[in-house]
């Protein structure tokens, strides 16, 4: 038959791989590893480009092909999902190197099969008001005497706090007096448009661990968070996720409840998940069992599932009268980790992702799955550990599975390069053609090819 179109030329093509692919496939059924039996579990992904400090003018250090090599080995260890983060002052810095690393990412996840949500990252607020930050770009900062460089970034310094009230009253600006929330918006579509198509893409988290220091602001929030959820919905279905705010102290004035906590969530909760932190085991003593069951009143409350975006297992103490992490006393034990997974799988959540996976050397040594020997990503004995709790956790995935899935993302997005698919539908073929094996497919073609 001679089609009539260069499209129908290209649609019939990918039809014909993805009938023999399905006989190699063979019965197997599942086209995302987001099921009730096994939730997304996997690590926090430090990238390179999408890292630095807007001042960095040093040359990169990371090992070469960091991020192939990185989805590789994650895949490899059993996992299925990352939570990429990133900064909006790297992208400020480079755009054209920020968005490269970005859509390396895509296409990586894509051929090992794992999921990603891609996380606007802050950490003590920006480098502009603190060397070791990361954050916010200079733009809403230079030429505004009211944030005064290195003024500090902390939830308890001055300068973070007079910025942070600004942000919750809209009322950051740039030069040219475009404000704070439009502009975030405008960045984060740029990551959506680059990287939406790809199967991999699970998910964007708006703003990470956002800073609360009066009690009027959780209101405040949850009407940033749902002017970035319309915005992004405009141009995505996949889920979007809010943050829990920092500092999250029970005996804080701020007030921290379920009730607040429900504040900060967009007005609309479709397919919407609320990402929290968890460095201790969940009930392995009165405060920590108190603060975990506070997410889960709020999760309750909200009807919005938790997402464990950090965890791992650190000791705190105090320095000056402010509790701090202690490398020297943190650690993580293979039964440490076993009770943590445990009990969050025992709470049901939706997801969980290991702090963290980066090429940079750190004080805690369990905050890094990988070391760089040399420009080579060698493995901790962390990741041996995070690989045997989640196969004793919630069972093994195998290799066969991610290999298949990988198969499958890439199919799906062939089928969405033509134009004649959208992402569900080529999802939904690509699962019945799997199911039903190759030889029975005549009604899925002359469906898709009658479009």
């Not at 390179?48 to 991020?67: C, E, H, R, T």
């Not at 308890?156 to 600006?173: E, I, L, P, T, Y």
């Not at 609320?274 to 108190?290: C, H, L, N, T, W």
């Not at 190759?438 to 479009?451: E, G, V």
């Amino acid at each position: 038959m001679i089609l009539a179109s260069s499209g129908m030329i290209i649609l019939t093509f990918v039809l014909a791989v993805v009938f023999i692919s399905a006989t190699s496939l063979g019965s197997y059924a599942s086209a995302s590893e987001l099921n009730s039996s096994r939730p997304i579990n996997g690590v926090v992904m430090k990238g390179a480009f999408v890292s630095m400090k807007q001042n960095y003018n040093g040359s990169l250090s990371a090992p070469q092909d960091y991020i192939e090599d990185s989805l590789k080995k994650i895949s490899g260890a059993g996992l299925n999902h990352v939570r990429f983060v990133f900064y909006w002052e790297a992208y400020e810095r480079d755009p054209e190197a920020f968005m490269k690393e970005i859509q390396s990412v895509a296409n990586a996840a894509d051929k090992y099969g794992l999921k990603i949500i891609y996380d606007n990252h802050q950490w003590h607020t920006s480098s502009w008001l603190e060397v070791k930050a990361t954050g916010f770009p200079y733009s809403l900062f230079q030429d505004n005497p009211k944030y005064s460089r290195g003024g500090g970034g902390n939830t308890h310094d001055k300068a973070a706090k007079v910025f942070w009230g600004d942000w919750w009253n809209r009322s950051v600006k740039d030069k040219q007096g475009k404000d704070g929330w439009t502009l975030m918006a405008d960045f984060l579509k740029k990551i959506v448009l680059t990287v939406d198509n790809h199967s991999s893409t699970l998910g964007y988290e708006i703003l990470s661990e956002p800073h609360v220091d009066k009690i009027n602001q959780w209101s405040k929030i949850g009407k940033f968070n749902s002017f970035i959820t319309r915005e992004l919905r405009n141009i995505t279905s996949k889920t979007i996720v809010y943050s829990m705010n920092v500092p999250v102290d029970l005996n804080s004035p701020i007030n921290i409840s379920p009730k607040n906590l429900a504040k900060m969530a967009p007005s609309n909760k479709e397919n919407i998940a609320f990402k929290v932190s968890v460095y201790a085991v969940p009930d392995g003593d009165g405060y920590q069992e108190k603060r975990f069951d506070l997410f889960l009143k709020t999760s309750d409350k909200t009807g919005v599932p938790l997402y464990i975006g950090e965890w791992n297992n650190v000791v705190r103490t105090k320095e000056g009268g402010i509790t701090k992490l202690n490398p020297d006393k943190s650690d993580l034990t293979k039964t440490d980790a076993k009770q943590i997974l445990g009990a969050l799988k025992k709470a049901g959540v939706w997801g969980t992702a290991f702090w963290r996976w980066d090429y940079q050397p750190v004080d805690t040594d369990s905050f890094n799955l990988v070391s760089n020997k040399t420009g080579k990503l060698v493995p901790t004995k962390y990741l041996g550990i995070l690989k045997d709790t989640v196969e004793t956790i919630y069972g093994s995935s195998g290799d066969t599975s991610t290999s298949n899935d990988g198969k499958e993302n890439n199919l799906i997005n062939e089928l969405v390069k033509t134009g004649k698919f959208t992402e569900v539908e080529a999802k939904e073929f690509v699962s019945k053609t799997i199911q039903n094996g190759a030889d029975d497919t005549s009604t899925s073609k002359t469906k898709y090819q009658n479009r």
